[in-house]
């Protein structure tokens, strides 16, 4: 069915600010609806055209926290482009077709075209390999171990065909394994570089000014492990805190990082808001009561 999804709108309402995850996004589906290979980002595009109906002059399009590995074609197609097989029939994008498209024709919206477009991303994994898109993020969204390989096969496939299409090699774009290879698949077509959405919100919200104030930063992430450090909020944060050395402590539903690899972070404390024994699922929808109480207990124990 359909769903709604909101974006934001500032700057006189002239920028909009369009969250992948909000339509796409991995909260909306329970774990037997996650399956990379099914799910595509189309949703994402009708934001973005709905944005552009109210007057939109600019579009941030935020790069997290995605279900899909659709390389961005869903977003294509919803912007009125084209993909076809060998056969010039119509492909509908998801992961498990991405290795069929052979053409691909933005035609587009004209709107589109003479919209700035900036894509907000704090990974910096490219499309493919060990370190790529479908190897670090398909199992996150469903994937068993014969459908990243499926997943990575296609990806590689659909990068040669842009290639053949658009003269740019997508393989090395720094980033491109953002949002399940949105970024790498839309840069050819969006002329949009990757600028870490954590350094354009920490600008819009003047974090740099706020930190110099701080004695002590609270921050957050579902998820604790080795992926931490590469550019998530957490260790953007330390980056930043860091210059004022000022000390961050991080709450986390679970922790699998070691406590090596958390102070490597930069991190003086984190903290499972977890009750032990309690499964991750169970503990889900309790997480904002689970991470009060730990952040009230935390601050006690040490003043």
């Known amino acids: 069915g359909a769903i709604r999804a909101p974006y934001f709108l500032f700057n006189d309402e002239k920028t909009a600010w369009i969250e992948l995850s909000q339509a796409s996004g991995l909260s909306l589906l329970s774990e037997p609806e996650k399956n990379p290979l099914k799910t595509n980002t189309y949703g994402t595009g009708s934001q973005i055209l709905n944005a552009l109906d109210r007057g939109a002059k600019k579009i941030i399009l935020g790069l997290g926290g995605s279900a899909t590995h659709d390389m961005g074609m869903g977003i294509f197609t919803a912007?009125?482009?084209?993909?076809?097989?060998?056969n010039q029939q119509i492909i509908v994008p998801n992961g498990e077709n991405l290795g069929a498209i052979y053409s691909l024709y933005d035609q587009w919206d004209s709107r589109v075209r003479n919209t700035p477009f900036v894509m907000a991303c704090d990974v910096t994994n490219p499309l493919l390999g060990p370190m790529g898109a479908a190897a670090v993020y398909a199992p996150q969204k469903g994937a068993n171990a014969p459908m990243v390989d499926q997943i990575e096969n296609n990806s590689a496939q659909l990068a040669s065909r842009i290639l053949a299409n658009t003269g740019k090699d997508i393989t090395t774009f720094p980033g491109g394994g953002a949002a399940?290879?949105?970024?790498a698949g839309l840069s050819p077509f969006l002329d949009a570089?990757?600028?870490?959405?954590?350094?354009?919100l920490a600008g819009f919200c003047g974090l740099e000014e706020k930190i110099k104030k701080a004695d002590l930063i609270l921050t957050?992430?579902?998820h604790l492990d080795q992926q931490s450090s590469y550019g998530?909020?957490?260790s953007k944060l330390i980056h930043y805190a860091q210059k004022e050395s000022t000390p961050v402590w991080a709450y986390a539903g679970r922790i699998s990082a070691t406590a090596k690899q958390l102070k490597k972070m930069g991190l003086q404390k984190a903290f499972t808001i977890t009750p032990d024994q309690m499964d991750f699922q169970t503990a889900k929808p309790l997480a904002a009561d689970f991470l009060q109480k730990q952040v009230e207990h935390s601050l006690k124990n040490t003043t």
Do not use: I, M, R, Y
């Open 79 to 86: 912007l009125g482009g084209k993909l076809l097989d060998q």
């Open 193 to 200: 570089q990757c600028q870490s959405g954590f350094d354009l």
């Open 220 to 222: 957050g992430e579902g």
């Open 232 to 234: 998530k909020v957490v």
């Open 180 to 183: 399940g290879g949105t970024a």
